[in-house]
């Protein structure tokens, strides 16, 4: 059976020496470089560019974003068991209610997320399986919607898990605050303290990596 692209090309580029990087890769717009930052972890393509001029080097970037999709599947299949427990169990007491409509339609989002990350993972992970350097190298080139491709191809399963487990978080923090239990509502709000701490703490450090990588570079 022929396959889309061969792994046999020959590179007629002398040994050692690297491709520029393309003109459509230099200049990219800010939200490209956000989606670029989550992607690869830099605000630029230069890193990836260069993994990108040796069968090893792109070897390691494979293999490294192939963990990631598998530890994303990993989280995916346990957000959709437990929200799938979640939807389709009542509440065993009657204090702590995640059955009434607001906290139930986010464990069901939750539920749906969940299972389109796993979709995503699973063929994101097909896609860079099979893919090769030389091949990348070519769809990165003209820039525009193979780009945007290219970095959708590793960020989407993970913003679908975020949301995934955003979404469970807060049906149990309403189904936590709603609770005629004091100390239902007191571990409630100090979750609630913690998952603020936490999420203010990850954007301060991306914030303060992109804003290192951009003037750096």
Known sequence: MASFHSTETTDPRPLGEEDPLPKALRDIPHPMRVLCLFAVGRPDFKDHWKSLQSDQAFETVRTRLCSILANTITAAGVLLATSGVFVTTGSPVTYFDY???APYFLLFISLMLAMIAMLTSGLSMIRWLHTDRQWTQEQLKPGGY?????????????????????????????????????????????????????????????MWKYTKSVTSG
Request: glycine share 2%; net charge neutral.
């Open 99 to 101: 059955s009434s409509p």
């Open 146 to 206: 193979f780009v945007i491709s290219h970095l959708l191809s590793i960020v989407t399963p993970m913003f679908f898990v975020a949301w995934s487990l955003n979404c469970f978080i807060f049906a149990i923090l309403i189904a936590g605050f709603c609770s005629q239990s004091i100390i239902f509502r007191t571990v409630t709000a100090l979750w609630l303290v913690t998952y603020v701490a936490n999420i203010a703490m990850v954007s301060m450090e991306f």
